[in-house]
């Protein structure tokens, strides 16, 4: 299998929400995701943020663009439904802070959400070639190479 020789692939499996199919279809689509300068950019290539609209200088979020890859798009909001739906009594950081966005903005949103937040966070993994390592005491961390 593919994910079994591919460093970066078992590096981005390591986040919550993504399973080997997911792992390389990024890898397969973005590589290094170098043709990307900032992770919003690879979430709106995905179409994963809020369209915007302005109006008397106050801009108005709308919904996602669905724009770009749509097969990526769904494999990362497939994934992150499974961890939404599968939070239960975890208490690490990411399960409260996804508890917290259920509550506040609704299921669906906070699947989007945390498909985006996802999105991200494979882009600076693979962009700046780190590793990803969830924290027990409700933080995460990303460990950057100094070389």
């Known amino acids: 299998m593919l994910v079994s020789r591919?460093?970066?692939?078992?590096?981005?499996?390591?986040?919550?929400?993504?399973?080997?199919?997911?792992?390389?279809?990024?890898?397969?689509?973005?590589?290094k995701g170098e043709q990307f300068d900032k992770g919003r950019y690879f979430a709106a290539w995905l179409g994963l943020v809020p369209s915007q609209y302005s109006t008397g200088g106050?801009?108005?979020?709308?919904?996602?663009?669905?724009?770009?890859?749509?097969?990526?798009?769904?494999?990362?909001?497939?994934?992150?439904?499974?961890?939404?739906?599968?939070?239960?009594?975890?208490?690490?950081?990411?399960?409260?802070?996804?508890?917290?966005?259920v509550e506040r903005r609704g299921f669906k949103r906070a699947t989007v959400a945390l498909a985006a937040k996802n999105a991200r966070i494979i882009w600076s993994l693979l962009r700046?070639?780190?590793?990803?390592?969830?924290?027990k005491n409700n933080s995460c961390r990303i460990i950057f190479k100094m070389e």
């Open 58 to 101: 106050k801009p108005q979020l709308g919904r996602i663009t669905k724009r770009g890859d749509k097969y990526l798009r769904t494999l990362l909001v497939h994934g992150a439904r499974a961890v939404i739906a599968n939070l239960g009594d975890k208490t690490d950081r990411l399960s409260l802070w996804c508890k917290g966005l």
């Open 128 to 135: 700046h070639d780190t590793d990803y390592e969830p924290i």
């Open 6 to 31: 591919s460093h970066n692939a078992k590096k981005i499996m390591k986040v919550a929400g993504i399973a080997p199919i997911t792992a390389t279809a990024v890898i397969a689509s973005i590589g």
